[in-house]
């Protein structure tokens, strides 16, 4: 199945979990050379991960479980 024929709540899901995945990545550090200052770019990621929370909040009821384990923004 391809991402676009996945139902909008698949892909907003999808793409939450990528950017959880990305701001750990980066709260480890580097895996080589010195340390680096990622915090904008973290700030970025969790701005976007709040816009698609937000547009996961506000989609029809049918798209909308009530109980969702993964709602909490990554700190």
């Known amino acids: 199945m391809s991402e676009s024929d996945k139902p909008l709540r698949q892909q907003i899901d999808?793409?939450?979990?990528?950017?959880?995945?990305?701001?750990?990545r980066?709260?480890?550090?580097?895996?080589?050379?010195?340390?680096?200052?990622?915090r904008s770019v973290i700030a970025d990621l969790q701005a976007e991960y709040q816009a698609l929370a937000d547009v996961r909040t506000n989609?029809?009821?049918?798209?909308?479980p009530s109980d969702d384990p993964d709602d909490a923004t990554p700190a």
Request: negative net charge; glycine residues 10%; proline residues 13%.
């Open 14 to 24: 999808d793409a939450m979990a990528a950017i959880r995945t990305q701001i750990e």
């Open 26 to 38: 980066l709260r480890e550090g580097p895996t080589m050379g010195g340390p680096s200052d990622d």
């Open 59 to 64: 989609l029809p009821p049918h798209d909308h």
